[in-house]
């Protein structure tokens, strides 16, 4: 007997289907809500060898759905986090732990080394990176992301005739167009539950048995429980860069229209006299930044005060969690497209933990 | 006869108007439905959906038949 008997003599999967897990190779995009559910999963069911790419680190905020992290892990690397747990527990998996977040540089040779990859990011620009860089390998994807109390999972360009995400959503959306958890709020069990649905779709599709969510989207709502499946139909031809080379001279970011970020050290050393700090909060938001230089200008009123900018050559802005700073960098991008535009990661909260 | 179609509405179009269910005249095809509700809820209008006409997703114009169910489909993004 070994830990995979139960697998062993399960009708149609039985030792093959163990061999086949065991000599499959998978890409974990992300090791946040979806990722920590979905890696135990795939883990516990003995897949061969698992990379885990994440850039991020545990924040305590994580911790009501990343259930891979504990208080112990706050402040820590995501990646190297989750693998250091699985290498407690199990001592048959080969891990590869990438301390760094997908991008046009390193998607290409990445994605090449594994047989499937598995979508458990948090942003829009990322997913479509992971969709067009797998059609260019020709390779499968597993798909899935929550709004609040709804998830959806499917399975990406497998075989022939296969969706890709373009086929659902075929133009990227706008900046803060849709907002993510930490906008929005999320029951930790949701991403469980969507991040389990992901683990089977892999197993499903790296073992052969059973039938995957391909040309299929399914949709799951945690408030009434309820599902409902829509059938997608492959176009053929896909709005995505056709060649390695239109790939990396795309800018994501860019094209979801999201806005540069940066943290609150790399602001601090950018204080001086051309540069406007900028605090987009109400007034009576607490608690207050005391510091030379800062200039209030609540979003409320950003309208009317953007001549208020004019003579600064970088504009820094920060709001509580970062996620007003972000429309209002891209409201004065659009006002002054030739200035240098961040908006500050996290806000104020993040300079208080 | 009845001549109504049926709209569920997911995830922030759902949020936005306020209701995830809906039932209109038909209004012949997916492309004069979207005018329909986009004179009813303003704001859909700087968002981007897709639609599923009886869980079939349509990309392109397509005529409604009466009693059709149509789901309002925007992308979700949290992971």
Not at chain 1, 69 to 90: I, W
Not at chain 1, 308 to 314: S, Y
Request: glycine share 10%.
């Amino acid at each position: 007997m070994n830990r995979f008997d139960r697998q062993y003599i399960l009708n149609g999967f039985g030792i093959d289907g163990q061999k086949k897990l065991r000599n499959a190779s998978v890409l974990m995009v992300g090791a946040g809500g979806l990722g920590c559910p979905a890696l135990l999963y795939l883990a516990a069911a003995g897949v061969g060898r698992i990379g885990v790419i994440d850039g991020d680190t545990v924040n305590v905020t994580n911790l009501n759905r990343q259930v891979l992290f504990g208080e112990k892990d706050l402040g820590k690397n995501k990646a190297e986090q989750v693998v250091s747990h699985f290498q407690d527990k199990y001592s048959d998996i080969t891990w590869e732990i990438f301390q760094e977040y997908l991008t046009v540089q390193n998607a290409q040779e990445l994605i090449a080394d594994y047989d499937l990859v598995i979508d458990g990011t948090d942003n829009f620009a990322t997913r479509y990176l992971i969709n067009d860089a797998c059609l260019l390998h020709g390779k499968p994807f597993v798909f899935g992301a929550i709004y609040q109390h709804e998830g959806q999972v499917s399975v990406f360009n497998l075989g022939e005739k296969a969706c890709n995400y373009r086929d659902v959503h075929p133009e990227m959306p706008g900046p803060n167009e849709i907002p993510n958890c930490a906008e929005t709020g999320v029951l930790g069990v949701l991403p469980g539950i969507i991040g389990n649905m992901m683990a089977l779709e892999a197993i499903k599709v790296l073992s052969g048995y059973g039938e995957p969510l391909k040309n299929r989207m399914l949709y799951f709502n945690s408030l009434t429980s309820q599902t409902y499946e829509v059938e997608l139909t492959p176009k053929g031809l896909t709005s995505g860069p056709d060649s390695w080379e239109v790939l990396e001279n795309t800018d994501y970011q860019q094209a979801c229209g999201a806005v540069k970020e940066m943290t609150w050290k790399e602001a601090m050393g950018k204080m001086n006299q051309n540069v406007a700090f900028v605090d987009v909060r109400e007034l009576d938001e607490l608690p207050p930044l005391v510091c030379t230089g800062l200039m209030k200008i609540p979003m409320s009123v950003l309208d009317s005060e953007l001549d208020k900018l004019e003579d600064a050559e970088q504009i820094l802005i920060f709001c509580q969690s970062g996620m007003r700073s972000q429309k209002a960098a891209q409201i004065l991008s659009e006002t002054y497209p030739d200035k240098a535009i961040f908006s500050i990661k996290g806000g104020i909260n993040a300079l208080k933990s | 006869m009845s001549n109504l179609i049926h709209i569920k509405a997911f995830g922030m179009v759902a949020e936005k108007m306020g209701k995830v269910s809906l039932d209109l005249e038909n209004p012949g095809t997916t492309e004069a439905l979207k005018n329909q509700l986009f004179d009813q809820f303003p704001v859909l209008k700087s968002m981007k959906f897709s639609l599923a006409v009886n869980k079939k997703m349509v990309l392109e114009d397509s005529e409604l038949v009466s009693g059709a169910e149509v789901a309002l489909l925007p992308p979700f993004s949290g992971g």
